[in-house]
């Protein structure tokens, strides 16, 4: 590609970097706005037990069609450190629902209803030490169960009480008909004093959590194989259950790590389904984190299957450098890398602690897949089944070049190095 084709494909990404930007730093300052939780405690679950007994027309498997909207929040649900300890101390203790017999279809009846004395026990009482992730809506611990078993809890945390009990019937809708090898189990759920969710811990903690410290532990075939792992979990999540599910927060802190680093996706709090005759869906409210939203998503609202397709080629990009998606001084992985990708300096994008122990051909495979998921336009992103087959090296390659070939500059050079990965030995 000559010097004027690359820069104008780098001009092109500018405006969209920019908004992430500003964007980022809009939402710093209008953190302190915010919802506040209800003190009326038995009116929140009143709500909730309401809802819960409303019988087949808001039965858990089409729970996201029936939803009421939500007022629309002015900023990301994230929450400063500072701010959401505050919410914690401000959190109403809960009384127990009534969990009769009606209320028991909602849940796999493998799951198991812990009491919140079981959760404080395990917990420590939710001890800020075994605080292991925070997020707008939540926070999660680790802990034991009585049987030594380690779990992750994860609470709600914030929002009204109407807010938190669609947010925790919503991923509960979502994960009741949810399974897959890379897709995160659960153990169970509380109600008594909170809405939580309860998983088995993962010994190895999230890609995030590996990526920022222990780099030297991922070496390049076990990177190889979460790429594949979180590929085959999210093109799982788009065609292979019931109704499509799009995540809407695919990053490497959703990514969990299990005892043998396999990669199973996390977190449903944000996630959506979307019915067969939807092309898409548009949102008001600005959920998700920043470096991994597409620009579709700032300018329209726009959420389909193509939002995690370009999440997920940020994470292959973070996977393979080791960078997070946005750093300290909100500079994107996405603009660091693409002047190297359209430079064919492949080499420079790899993680320094790699040194030379990689594949050259599955770096090259990688790093045109990673090209193909973070193009600007959605239309020109594969799908996370074609990712997949890509990721493979299968006949989905053959399949899928033809539509490659037609595509403009980036694209083009993605085909070529598509030929050259099919033509060599």
């Known amino acids: 590609m000559d010097e004027d084709s690359t820069r104008e494909v780098i001009e092109e990404d500018k405006v969209y970097e920019e908004s992430i930007r500003e964007a980022s730093e809009n939402q710093t300052e209008s953190e302190s706005t915010t919802s506040k939780p209800s003190t009326s405690d038995s009116d929140g679950w009143q709500g909730f037990i309401k809802r819960l007994k409303k019988g087949p027309s808001i039965h858990l498997h089409t729970f996201h069609p029936n939803m009421p909207s939500l007022p629309s929040l002015p900023s990301l649900k994230m929450l400063s450190k500072r701010k959401s300890r505050s919410a914690r101390r401000s959190m109403p203790m809960l009384p127990a629902p009534n969990l009769d017999v009606d209320l028991q279809y909602c849940f796999e009846a493998n799951w198991k209803n812990f009491s919140l004395s079981e959760l404080q026990q395990a917990t420590d009482n939710f001890s800020p030490e075994n605080l292991i992730g925070e997020g707008g809506y939540s926070e999660v611990y680790k802990g034991h169960l009585k049987d030594g078993q380690p779990v992750a809890v994860k609470r709600l945390t914030r929002g009204s009480q109407e807010e938190m009990t669609s947010d925790y019937l919503s991923e509960l809708g979502i994960l009741v008909h949810v399974k897959h090898p890379n897709i995160a189990n659960v153990i169970g759920y509380g109600v008594e004093g909170g809405m939580h969710l309860v998983l088995p811990l993962s010994p190895h903690g999230s890609l995030a959590n590996m990526l920022n410290g222990e780099r030297g532990k991922l070496t390049w075939h076990i990177r190889y194989n979460i790429a594949l792992g979180a590929a085959a979990g999210l093109a799982y999540l788009h065609e ?167 595509w403009p500059p980036l694209k083009r050079r993605c085909a070529i190095e598509l030929d050259a990965l099919l033509e060599s030995p």
Not at 244 to 265: C, P, S
Not at 293 to 315: C, N, Q, R, S, W
């Open 240 to 406: 292979g259950c019931q109704r499509r599910i799009i995540h809407r927060d695919i990053k490497a802190a959703n990514v969990l790590l299990t005892e043998d680093f396999e990669a199973q996706i996390s977190d449903f709090g944000l996630a959506k389904w979307l019915p067969d005759k939807w092309t898409h869906l548009t949102v008001s409210q600005f959920e998700g984190t920043f470096g991994y939203l597409p620009p579709e998503f700032f300018m329209h609202g726009i959420v389909d299957e193509k939002t995690d397709v370009y999440a997920f080629g940020v994470l292959l990009l973070e996977l393979i450098s080791g960078r997070p998606a946005l750093d300290e001084s909100r500079n994107s992985v996405v603009m660091w890398a693409k002047p190297l990708l359209l430079g064919k300096k492949h080499n420079e994008i790899v993680d320094p602690s790699l040194g030379d122990a990689y594949d050259s051909e599955q770096l090259n495979q990688i790093l045109m897949v990673a090209s193909l998921c973070i193009q600007q336009d959605s239309a020109d992103r594969p799908s996370m089944s074609q990712v997949e087959q890509m990721l493979i090296g299968d006949d989905g390659i053959l399949q899928s070049k033809k539509k490659f070939k037609r």
